[in-house]
């Protein structure tokens, strides 16, 4: 098992057992920096340029510098059990508190000069977390959500560069240190350079440009004043070539992995060749019928002998576009369903079925990884501009209604039957018996039996849920 | 101009690089992979410069075929490679890996098997 050499962040992720953090993380670290001082900073009194070296630090590197603490938090989203699957032994506090907290130790305790945040949150949170803090955190650096994002809120940098590395993100905070002209003036000697000053906080004239960094500093820098104007950009990781070192760590865990898949047969035909292809891009699954989704949901009906099935779009994870024509293998669906979830058969009322696909519909039109992928016997129509829970408009199963009170045999993953992706009306099913199969086996085995019946699975791009 | 005026005495950059949520090890279609965000990092990581960081936000650990098969081991591996400064626990990385990752650290290695209902078996880690 390999050891981290860096810190993880996570102020609001606690041991249950211990009630303390999880072992290994921090709630928050000091990074320190030095700001190299400005050849003379009494010789102009206009404010240097922001921009004097795009490629290296500001102002006059062998002059030394002026030290600056960063500090740093780190907060994951509350909501991570109802999105994974971390197990009974970790809580997630409140994130706003735990921010809060952890802002004030990092100013308090640490004295930073200020702060970042690392956040795993939604960006309504970070919005929320920006709001609460009042501008306490000079940027809010995240993920979670999957499209890229960048926009000052409440005097806080929230930035986001999208997923899957497409993209590399850049903040450059340009640091300008200043201090009262009368306190600077009684800090400099005759020659221009900077005094520094013993420990009992005197002056004396040694010039040593070094030291100011030092004693002097602890003097000054009640006076000093901390100006931090942030910029950013998103920079395209397309068509670029490979690092070899890098490239050489993932090659070694694709042997790996090529290892452990040979003794699954990758390379097993399961349709000799789509004629409509796939489309497994995370914005479509997540928005949209498409034609994976559409087939994992069959077969899930299909090896659980149930009335419907549903699947989430974020249960698909290739991100990827598969040619008409081409062949769909083992290998690849391995690939698109890596999550170790099972299929399983319930016992649902229609009124919980219509509550729990109003769940799934909560978040659109955004891209959302609990977007309702149904098989082929169902039609959902929806409006997304409906007011929240009201947006489903018909469910229409083997082409009758749905009926509120009706009982369905329905198969949902393992995930969605213990309420994730706060689908809390799956919660209220009866679990059944039903043969216990991984999902991506079900897809496998659900397939192949089409192919040796002589009749290989269509994928078809139907409109099985639509937005009116 | 006043003698309380402010006079910048120090200026600088901070460079923060970061990257978040990646389930995709190679380019899908010649977009992303850590390999060449690696270059893009070696090219915008300002050379003996000491202000930058390198900051991963979350969602590394698991969520694709590779990293959850073995856990996340290898993108340890891999940020450690990258030079990576600091990292945000995401909704992904306790999906058992960090959970193991972390128990390896504090020398917290005695395992469990748990069975779920549907009978897929799960590892959690419990005190030693």
């Known amino acids: ?468 | 101009m006043s003698g309380d005026s402010l006079v910048p005495i120090a200026q600088g950059t901070i460079r923060l690089l970061c990257v978040n949520d990646v389930y995709c090890d190679y380019p899908i279609n010649r977009r992303g992979g850590y390999a060449e965000l690696a270059t893009l990092l070696k090219q915008y990581r300002r050379p003996d410069d000491p202000n930058t960081l390198f900051l991963v936000n979350g969602d590394v650990l698991g969520g694709s075929a590779l990293a959850e098969m073995f856990h996340g081991d290898w993108v340890i591996e891999l940020l450690n490679h990258l030079g990576t400064d600091a990292a945000c626990i995401g909704t992904r990385d306790l999906s058992l890996a960090l959970v193991l990752f972390f128990s390896m650290r504090t020398r917290l290695t005695r395992l469990v098997t748990q069975v779920t209902t549907s009978s897929i078996m799960v590892l959690h880690v419990c005190p030693s």
């Not at chain 1, 995370?282 to 090896?303: E, Q």
């Not at chain 1, 698909?316 to 690939?335: F, I, N, Q």
């Not at chain 1, 929240?388 to 995930?415: K, T």
């Open chain 1, 1 to 468: 098992m390999q050891q981290s050499e860096f810190v993880w962040l996570g102020g609001n992720v606690k041991d249950t057992r211990t009630n303390e953090l999880l072992a290994g993380a921090r709630s928050t670290h000091v990074f320190d920096f030095t700001i190299p001082y400005i050849d003379d900073p009494t010789s102009s009194d206009t404010m240097p340029s922001l921009h004097p070296d795009v490629t290296g630090a500001a102002g006059s590197s062998d002059r030394g510098g002026e030290p600056i603490k960063l500090g740093m938090f780190g907060v994951c989203t509350q909501a991570t059990p109802t999105l994974s699957w971390p197990g009974d032994t970790v809580r997630f506090e409140p994130v706003l508190a735990c921010a809060e907290q952890q802002v004030e130790h990092l100013r308090e305790v640490e004295k930073v000069d200020f702060i970042v945040g690392l956040t795993h949150t939604s960006l309504p949170e970070d919005k929320r977390l920006a709001e609460k803090l009042h501008g306490g955190v000079v940027a809010l650096l995240g993920g979670h959500d999957h499209e890229p994002y960048g926009a000052i809120h409440n005097h806080t940098l929230v930035f986001k560069c999208g997923c899957n590395a497409y993209w590399l993100g850049i903040v450059d905070l340009h640091v300008v240190i200043s201090l009262p002209r009368s306190a600077l003036l009684l800090s400099q000697d005759g020659s221009g350079t900077f005094a520094s000053a013993s420990s009992n906080g005197s002056i004396d004239g040694d010039g040593t440009t070094s030291s100011l960094s030092g004693s002097v500093s602890r003097i000054l820098q009640a006076q000093r004043t901390i100006q931090i104007f942030p910029s950013w950009q998103m920079v395209a990781n397309v068509s670029v070539p490979p690092d070899l070192a890098c490239k050489a760590i993932i090659d070694r865990a694709v042997e790996r992995q090529k290892e452990e898949q040979a003794k699954e047969n990758p390379h097993e035909l399961l349709i000799p060749e789509m004629p409509t292809g796939l489309d497994s891009r995370t914005n479509m699954v997540r928005t949209r019928s498409t034609a994976i989704t559409n087939m994992v949901a069959d077969a899930m009906r299909a090896r659980t002998d149930s009335d419907l099935a549903i699947i989430n779009g974020g249960f698909v994870r290739g991100d990827k576009l598969y040619e008409a024509g081409s062949p769909l293998t083992k290998g690849d669906l391995l690939y698109e369903l890596p999550f170790p979830k099972a299929v399983v058969k319930v016992r649902i009322q229609g009124r919980d079925l219509r509550m729990a696909l109003e769940q799934h519909l909560l978040p659109v039109p955004a891209p959302t990884g609990r977007f309702p992928h149904p098989s082929s016997n169902v039609r959902i129509l929806y409006n997304s501009h409906n007011e929240p829970l009201h947006r489903v408009l018909s469910v229409h199963i083997n082409d009758e209604p749905l009926q509120d009170d009706r009982h369905y045999l329905l198969a949902i993953s393992e995930f969605m039957f213990r309420g994730g992706d706060d689908l809390l009306g799956y919660t209220n099913a009866t679990l059944l018996p039903c043969r216990t199969e991984r999902i991506c086996y079900a897809v496998c085995n659900f397939l192949a039996s089409l192919r040796d019946a002589g009749t290989p699975y269509v994928p078809r791009l139907e409109h099985r849920i639509q937005d009116s």
